[in-house]
């Protein structure tokens, strides 16, 4: 396993619409492994492959540390209700904004072994799966931030 390099803000790669998985190869199995590796050393709760370079389909989430989830070829089955809060990008680093997300979201994805699965999120879980299907399309945070992005070290000092 293997940190790799985020690709930030301004990199051509992050506005790009990313391919679907046909099949899962070593060298998949071997990218997700170091999606999840270098998300952790980063203290992020989920990475998109776009954000290390990567034009495919696949996404993994950890809101807790203890629950990791890889999502292939996501696709929302049902979103309700909705949730105000702070949202930061491993790829925008030293930045928050506040984002309306839905507050429930069901999805179907395939996971490592390309079985298919549904998996139901609310509060950061929901969030983080909305903001990492958002990366697969090629779209930052940024366009849904709703008034002004602040430097996480502002808001730091306000709590
Ligand atoms: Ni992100």
Not at 7 to 26: A, F, H, M, N, Q
Not at 36 to 54: C, S
Request: proline share 4%; with cysteine; net charge negative.
């Amino acid at each position: 396993m293997a940190v790799r390099n985020i690709r930030e803000i301004g990199d051509e790669v992050l506005y790009k619409s990313c391919k679907e998985v046909r099949e899962i190869t070593p060298r998949l199995r071997e990218l997700i492994n170091d999606m999840f590796e270098t998300m952790y050393e980063a203290n992020g709760v989920g990475l998109a492959a776009p954000q290390v370079g990567i034009l495919k389909r696949i996404v993994v989430i950890d809101v807790t540390g203890e629950d990791p989830l890889v999502l292939i070829n996501p696709r929302i089955l049902e979103t309700s209700g909705e949730q105000t809060g702070n949202e930061g990008c491993l790829s925008v680093p030293g930045k928050t904004g506040i984002v309306t997300r839905p507050g429930y979201v069901r999805v179907e994805a395939r996971d490592q072994d390309m079985k298919l699965r549904e998996i139901e999120g609310t509060e950061l879980l929901a969030r983080a799966i909305c903001h990492e299907l958002d990366h697969l399309d090629g779209r930052l945070y940024l366009d849904r931030v709703e008034g002004s992005l602040m430097n996480t070290e502002d808001l730091e000092e306000e709590n």
